[in-house]
């Protein structure tokens, strides 16, 4: 992976100010897959890309359109070092590698953790603006290839900024811990263009989104490793202001307006055109969601933490209604 050109280098710089004191729940989150549950948040996002039993007619059990299989984001060198050939990932590879095992040989690629695990990763979910899901949504097959392409080169750039710039390995010399970078880390994008089930209404927002899982480092020496977390929770408003960027650069080279400054303080970027109603009727889950921080302030006096919000998130949930692709694009 490449980094952007100095365009995009420029316009991050002026927009990373926004980040650092923004919630980036629209933007950018991360979280960590524990060991326990790598391998089944592996086949979680691997199934959302299997063809449903009755066809593509119809949608997922989950109300959801059934997703383009996922990518690698790593070297073909990495990737052959793994047994693993081209971009496009099968299932059981991915799964192996949440596991921590070698997806050929199924040995441990590194050693135990020090709370006993090998396997898991760090889940970051990169959210287009409001109106390229919009413009996704309701435009022809040019733009909404428009919308995917720009959107995943903009994951490129990111990834490729935190593995440049993120301490994301942890190493011991003369008996002391430091943090640094690593040479590459081993990723799984999976794309993804609605948003889950809201309390509200009878269809899903549409959201472009990725879950890009990194799944391991591979340090200097060439060891692969466990990725430090901490340090890519610190820098996710950072690298959330550089896809940020990099989207608008990618949208602009592809013709589209982009309008700088919107939303609260300022601090958004969106197509310009899109009328603010239509980007609003599209945006019941994050009401929703607001919702349910208000009645959580209001029954404890405070507003709920990041781990609360992410229960309050779930606890919200609920089944979609549209059954095939015809209910949906209707909706």
Not at 121 to 138: E, N, Q, R, Y
Not at 229 to 245: D, H, Q, T
Request: charge should be positive.
């Amino acid at each position: 992976m490449h980094g952007p050109p100095g365009a995009v280098r420029a316009l991050c710089n002026s927009l990373s100010v926004f980040a650092r004191s923004r919630s980036l729940t629209d933007v950018m989150t991360a979280a960590s897959i524990g060991a326990a549950k790598g391998g089944g948040y592996a086949r979680y996002l691997e199934s959302k890309t299997v063809e449903p039993e009755r066809g593509d007619y119809y949608l997922s059990p989950e109300g959801e359109p059934t997703q383009a299989p996922g990518r690698w984001l790593a070297t073909p060198d990495t990737l052959a070092r793994l047994g693993i050939e081209g971009a496009t990932i099968e299932g059981r590879d991915f799964i192996a590698l949440m596991e921590g095992r070698h997806p050929r040989t199924g040995g441990w690629l590194r050693p135990e953790g020090a709370g006993g695990g090998r396997g898991g990763g760090i889940d970051l979910t990169f959210s287009a603006p409001k109106s390229v899901s919009t413009v996704w949504a309701l435009g022809d097959e040019d733009q909404r290839r428009d919308m995917e392409g720009a959107h995943a080169a903009a994951v490129s750039e990111a990834m490729a900024h935190l593995t440049e710039t993120v301490p994301t390995v942890r190493r011991r010399y003369s008996g002391q811990v430091v943090e640094e970078p690593a040479r590459e880390v081993v990723a799984a994008e999976y794309r993804h263009t609605t948003a889950r089930g809201v309390m509200e209404g009878d269809a899903p927002d549409p959201q472009l989104h990725s879950h890009v899982v990194i799944t391991s480092a591979i340090r200097d020496d060439g060891r692969i490793v466990a990725v430090a977390s901490r340090p890519v929770f610190r820098s996710a408003r950072e690298v959330g202001a550089y896809y940020r960027s990099a989207l608008a650069h990618q949208l602009a080279g592809r013709g589209y307006a982009i309008e700088a400054g919107t939303g609260r303080q300022g601090r958004y970027v969106e197509i310009a055109g899109v009328p603010r109603r239509l980007l609003d009727a599209f945006s019941a889950r994050s009401r929703e969601v607001s919702r349910a921080a208000e009645r959580f302030r209001a029954q404890w006096g405070r507003a709920p933490e990041r781990g609360e919000l992410r229960r309050l998130k779930l606890e919200n949930r609920k089944a979609k209604v549209p059954v095939t692709r015809a209910d949906l694009h209707e909706a």
